[in-house]
């Protein structure tokens, strides 16, 4: 299938900072790409839709500000968690849906683990 | 989206077949049926999906009942490495679908030795 890459993998910061998550195509060109967060034991929470070339749409409940998104090319879309809190430690996935296909398949990236300090 | 219903958790013994449930009474006629599996601190993997026919790869069979109202994952010889919490998912496909994925709670599958 194709491949979603995610990077970092893991990260560490200090509270206050911001973090920058990528999530790259690797194979094909992806219009959509999906962000979601997972708390321990908890299933995949939706955060946002990310779209190439204009606004991401977020999910009621989650702060536009506090999550910026970037999609500024068809292979690559960024998460920001600005002014990072300990409760924003999480896994954060993204998904890229190959609009070629005629079911617009969705794959996911490997995860990027935040840790807030 | 439609929603579904799954058990929590299940068990399988090594080398026999698991097979999963998933409800989706609410399915409407256009809505696919999706499965996804996730292991521990990995991203979800995509496994199968299907309309109305049964579906078959090399991973598992998708069993959907006539009335769409319910379907079956079948992993024909489960190991160790497919334990996992798997994911069944209603959704609209085609490129006018806008694509997310809403998830459920799933069924943690655990393959015992």
């Known amino acids: 299938g194709a491949v979603v890459s995610q990077h970092p993998s893991w990260v560490i910061c200090k509270s206050g900072t911001s973090v920058k998550i990528e999530c790259r195509s690797l194979?094909?060109?992806?219009?959509?790409m999906f962000w979601y967060r997972q708390f321990p034991k908890q299933s995949l929470m939706l955060m946002a839709t990310?779209?190439?070339?204009?606004?991401?749409?977020?999910e009621q409940g989650v702060e536009k500000d506090k999550f910026l998104i970037n999609h500024a090319s068809l292979t690559l879309s960024t998460l920001t968690v600005t002014s990072a809190h300990p409760e924003d430690s999480s896994f954060y996935i993204c998904?890229?849906?190959?609009?070629?296909?005629?079911?617009?398949?969705?794959?996911f990236g490997e995860g990027s683990r935040l840790t807030v300090l | 989206d439609a929603k579904t219903t799954q058990p929590p958790s299940m068990d399988c013994a090594e080398g026999r077949a698991a097979n999963l449930p998933c409800n989706h009474s609410?399915?409407?006629?256009?809505?696919?049926v999706y499965w996804y599996r996730q292991i521990h601190s990995q991203g979800p993997q995509y496994i199968i999906h299907?309309?109305?026919n049964n579906e078959t790869n090399e991973m598992a069979s998708l069993i959907i009942t006539e009335d769409r109202k319910s379907s079956t994952l079948i992993l024909p010889h489960a190991t160790l490495r497919d334990t996992a919490v798997y994911y069944c998912i209603v959704r609209v496909a085609g490129s006018s679908n806008t694509g997310k994925l809403i998830f459920g709670q799933g069924t943690t599958l655990q393959v015992k030795p």
């Open positions: 194979d094909f060109q992806a219009t959509t």
């Open positions: 998904s890229a849906r190959d609009g070629s296909g005629n079911t617009g398949e969705l794959f």
């Open positions: 609410t399915i409407s006629g256009n809505e696919y």
């Open positions: 299907g309309l109305k």
């Open positions: 990310s779209n190439e070339g204009s606004k991401a749409t977020y």
